[in-house]
């Protein structure tokens, strides 16, 4: 009977992983496809390639979207770690109600939320494009952030800070060089979390948009609309990006924790 079960659960892990990678394969596969057909491969060809970094507006769309995707990441991240530290500071009854209300823009459907975006900024008469755009992926990203780091900082000794500084450390020094590298893995999770949420969103972006920006979400969709196989090729381009950004960040530590090790053998 447990036999049945290992094998039950490893068929089901093997199907989940298909139905979750396929798409994407057959994704890459036909970005290769010499003709405009969506599921016949009629041949390898570069054509789509060639035609996606001719087109000015589906270029432009992905600058739009890697650049609000950085610059929201880095600000959101910053403030949700900031925010963070804060909160850990403070009384728990103002610490809970600050969470219940990080939690609120969380569990709130995506089109409310956009709805609320663009009512704010047409009641104040901003115009509407990058800079709104930027803004409101700041917004709904930083309680992203707030949550991955707040479990850390919880886990941490409370006096912690207050014994660095009572060594000789100087506030700032307590903060970067003892209190941020402890809580380095939840800003890191906020910060890929927020990335990806910045980088695909779409319905938000819909709505605080104008001025002719668009991010990929919004040029994917109006794409949509009619065939074309150059969705394809942007679509593979960004899942090689996003594969280059999660090796680095999962190679670069390893490396470095390898030459901290080999630098204590040697000097050991």
């Known amino acids: 009977m447990k036999k049945e079960k290992r094998i039950f659960g490893k068929v089901l892990i093997v199907l989940m992983i298909a139905f979750f990678y396929l798409p994407i394969v057959f994704m890459i596969v036909f970005s ?9 491969f009629e041949g390898f060809s570069l054509t789509w390639y060639e035609r996606m970094f001719n087109n000015r507006d589906m270029m432009e769309s992905l600058y739009t979207t890697i650049i609000i995707a950085s610059i929201a990441t880095v600000v959101s991240t910053l403030l949700g770690t900031i925010s ?3 909160l850990s500071k403070s009384r728990k ?3 809970k109600a600050i969470l219940q209300l990080n939690d609120f823009p969380i569990m709130n459907p995506e089109i409310v939320t956009a709805i609320g975006l663009m009512l704010l900024f047409i009641t104040f008469h901003v115009e509407r494009g990058f800079w709104t755009m930027l803004l ?12 991955s780091v707040m479990p850390k900082i919880r886990s941490l000794d409370p006096n912690l800070a207050d014994a660095a500084m009572d060594l000789g450390a100087t506030p700032w020094q307590a903060l970067t060089k003892v209190l941020v590298p402890q809580i380095m893995p939840g800003i890191v999770s906020g910060a890929l979390i927020a990335f990806t949420m910045s980088f695909d969103d ?32 942007i ?25 901290e090790k080999r630098h204590e053998k040697i000097t050991g």
Do not use: D, W
């Open 84 to 86: 963070a530290i804060g």
């Open 136 to 147: 409101a992926h700041i917004a709904f990203c930083t309680p992203y952030v707030i949550l």
């Open 202 to 233: 779409f319905i938000i972006s819909y709505f605080v948009t104008g001025g002719g920006v668009k991010n990929l979400s919004i040029m994917v969709y109006t794409m949509s609309r009619r065939v074309n196989p150059s969705i394809n090729a």
């Open 235 to 259: 679509s593979t381009r960004v899942v090689v990006l996003i594969t280059i950004g999660l090796v680095i960040i999962n190679v670069v530590p390893v490396i470095r924790e390898r030459r």
């Open 93 to 95: 009854f103002l610490q």
């Open 32 to 40: 290769f496809n010499s003709g405009r057909s969506l599921t016949n």
